[in-house]
């Protein structure tokens, strides 16, 4: 059984920066890829980024540019750093763990899920 606990969010003005972590316990971490989704206030949950187990990494359209998701897995750690933050970047982030290769836009592809961290960008 995995255990992912997100940490970083918080309270930042339009334009700001966050970086979010998530620390994975109870797997091997560098067998797993690892992915980032939000959910926004009456809104169903959405892919933000991804980082395959050899590094490859994925985003969303909405991000691509201003988010960069990186892992450290000697620290079983993963990382989203968000620059040029944006309003509707207001969600709870959440992280997650699969053993997919493929389609890890989908969150169905993942098999452990951290209890989201809340992120608010105010305008």
């Known amino acids: 059984q995995v255990r992912l606990v997100e940490s970083g969010g918080g309270l930042v003005q339009a334009g700001g920066s966050l970086r979010l972590s998530c620390a994975a316990s109870?797997?091997?971490?560098?067998?797993?890829?690892m992915g980032w989704f939000r959910q926004a206030p009456g809104k169903g949950r959405e892919f933000v980024a991804a980082?395959?187990?050899?590094?490859?990494?994925t985003y969303a359209d909405s991000v691509r540019g201003r988010f960069t998701i990186s892992r450290d897995n000697a620290e079983n750690t993963v990382y989203l750093q968000m620059s040029s933050l944006k309003s509707e970047d207001t969600a709870v982030y959440y992280c997650a763990a699969g053993q997919s290769d493929w389609g890890t836009a989908i969150a169905g592809r993942y098999d452990y899920w951290g209890q989201g961290t809340r992120v608010t960008v105010s305008s």
């Open positions: 980082i395959g187990r050899h590094g490859g990494s």
């Open positions: 109870g797997g091997t971490f560098s067998s797993y890829t």
